[in-house]
């Protein structure tokens, strides 16, 4: 199992920025395709960005397209979500998983998941 650790969520202005991180500290993420969910309170969990390879193919919700970037730090490990012109919409809780074979949009797809960070998104 992949243990996976998220940080970086806080609370930020409509229209603001934020930077989340995935990391594992015990396997290397470049091996595995990387998702990040959010599930805001009372909904579902919601698929946002996955990254399959080194640096692509990426995929993306179309409520973030042009406004999120997930990438891969290879120094460092980690799996980012760059979130710009946040909406109040973009409220939740965001998770990253991790899965050797499967990919996607679909939590289905992914069996190790991380414990989540918080986003608020409120003037």
């Known amino acids: 199992q992949v243990h996976l650790v998220e940080s970086g969520g806080g609370w930020v202005q409509p229209g603001g920025s934020l930077t989340l991180s995935c990391t594992s500290t015990e396997y290397t993420l470049t091996n595995f395709a990387v998702g990040w969910f959010r599930q805001a309170p009372g909904k579902e969990r919601q698929g946002v960005a996955c990254v399959v390879g080194t640096e692509a193919p990426t995929f993306y919700a179309d409520s973030v397209k042009g406004r999120f970037t997930i990438s891969r730090d290879r120094a460092k490990n980690t799996v980012n979500l760059q979130m710009n012109s946040l909406k109040s919409e973009d409220t939740g809780v965001y998770f990253c998983?991790?899965?050797?074979?499967?990919?996607?949009?679909?939590?289905?797809?992914?069996?190790?998941w991380g414990q989540g960070t918080q986003v608020i998104v409120s003037s």
């Open positions: 998983a991790a899965d050797s074979f499967q990919y996607g949009l679909d939590s289905a797809a992914y069996e190790d």
